[in-house]
């Protein structure tokens, strides 16, 4: 099955839609919901590029796109349990801009602007309009920091989504990067190829690749119907380009929660040469109880695609543990250790096996 945009009744806006009113305007939320939806503005940036606006099917409750970009009254339901830094970011913060949290690689957050808000972002309390990137002395900073620890193998550019930097500025940073010699990689973790494929232009592809080390693109996917044919062109200009691409979805409760979903989800990234790496369980952020599933359903749902759908087609299933303590993969597990090695192990029906080893 190739994904099928869906064809909305609305005429796509020119631009990005940020204020409450605009999305009653553009018939995306009821006139009603706009004093909620202003409060909930208040807390939260709001952003939906007219790429994904014209994506979204307004007759469907329930669409997927706009579940993830348009806001809702759930999110002024803020648990006790939630947190403003839900993977711990903070403490591993040596410089502004830089978290080092794992031995050999860094995230440098050289911007903390997104062209569109999930509403689920880990990182809610940190990114938007007012939040602050990092201007050129902060940048010299956190380039130095990096390149005076020779165990620092790999750059991680998150933010915000670095892919908004202007082309000129992006080959200035990859460049910067190339340059530090104990460097063997840079990752981009980005939404621009979907949210708005216009920017994915030749020069900013040409920006990205390195005259030393590769850049390899982390693309965040969590829907089939997000990847359009102009999200599936951009994604094209950059495989073509010789840019590997991998990505990471997160397990969003009613958008991607099923075996089904999920399934034509990995297909459809695996079949524009994209290979899904993680999934990620919902993180603790403030405000998005309503997003996330349990971990028992989570692995009950990684059991059903393995063995039915394509190895490629498998992410590993992830948890940021709350406090910074990092990423493990999740399970579900397939062995029982009984000591000595002796073993019991599950097979993709559910069927148990003895094995030494
Ligand atoms: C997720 C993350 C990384 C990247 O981890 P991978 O497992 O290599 O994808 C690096 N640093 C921090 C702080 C992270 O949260
Ligand atoms: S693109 Fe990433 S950083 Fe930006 S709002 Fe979405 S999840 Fe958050």
Redesign the pocket.
Known sequence: MAPTQSLPDHSPPARTLRRPAELVEQGLVSAERLPALEAVARSFAVAVTPAMAAAIDPADPADPIAAQFVPSEAELTVLPEERADPIGDEPFSPVKGIVHRYHDRVLLKPVHV?P???R?????EM?GPGGEGLDAAELDAALAYIASRPQIWEVVM????PMILAPRRMAELVERLNAIAHLGLVRI?T?VPIVDPDRITAELVAALKGSRIPTWVML?SNHWQELTQAARAAIGRLVDAGIPMLAQTVLLKGINDDVETLTRTFRALVGARVKPHYLHHGDLAKGTSHFRTSLAEGQALMRALRGDVSGLCQPTYVLDIPGGHGKVPVGPGYLTDHGDGQWTVEDPRGNRHAYRG
């Not at 689920?120 to 809610?124: A, K, P, T």
């Not at 998150?158 to 989504?161: A, C, H, I, K, S």
């Open positions: 997104c569109i808000y999930c689920f972002c880990f990182r809610r990114v998150t933010g915000g989504d973790h939404r965040h």
